[in-house]
């Protein structure tokens, strides 16, 4: 094992150490009670009942949703931090498993604060973030208008072309590139029809 991996195990001990001194100072959760001294039921257990008819998703569905997110963290996290593949066993060894799918949620939430610790960020994505080929999709709306400027009666023909091939009202509701790309492509075609 290399020194890396050495002081990395050292740090896993160290972290778990802290983990263990701060939930001894938690107070354990009881059952809570009614005046007659029987255990009440607890509401939150329960899925909540939907009064408009729509499909809500059940506990079992978020935990699932909430395993592939951790482990998604996991796995980005080795990446950024960043581990070899043996750095990476001898972490995760120490809850015993020799795959993070070998976890259970709990424990993958540790691993990912034990991760944060070494300093991985969790990035958050901004809502405002246009995404990616933003670029690209302005770019291909305005070659394609001035191309279709070129046609006889290119305005009209433009309109229809859009909601045939792109299934849209507007040239600029359209956002998939590849159907941009197939206006462009049939309005050259048009252009070389118009010239011969």
């Not at 009614?34 to 506990?59: L, V």
């Not at 045939?164 to 159907?179: F, G, M, P, Q, T």
Request: one cysteine or more.
């Amino acid at each position: 094992m290399t020194d890396v991996g050495r002081n990395k195990i050292r740090t896993v001990d160290k972290f778990e150490k802290e983990k263990t001194d701060k939930s001894a100072t938690k107070t354990t959760d009881k059952p809570s009670t009614n005046t007659a001294g029987k255990p009440t039921k607890n509401t939150a257990d329960k899925p909540s009942a939907n009064t408009a008819g729509k499909p809500t998703k059940n506990t079992a569905d978020k935990l699932q949703e909430r395993r592939h997110k951790l482990l998604a963290l996991v796995h980005i996290a080795k990446k950024e931090i960043p581990l070899s593949d043996d750095e990476y066993r001898d972490v995760i060894a120490y809850w015993g498993v020799k795959s993070s799918a070998d976890m259970s949620n709990p424990e993958l939430e540790e691993l990912v604060n034990y991760f944060e610790s070494l300093g991985f960020k969790k990035k958050a994505i901004d809502p405002r973030d246009p995404g990616a080929g933003v670029g690209q999709i302005h770019a291909l709306q305005i070659r394609i208008r001035e191309e279709a400027m070129k046609l006889h009666n290119g305005e009209e023909r433009l309109k229809g072309l859009v909601k045939k091939i792109a299934k849209e009202d507007d040239l600029r509701s359209c956002r998939n590139i590849k159907k941009l790309k197939q206006l462009l492509k049939v309005i050259h075609l048009l252009q070389n029809r118009e010239k011969s």
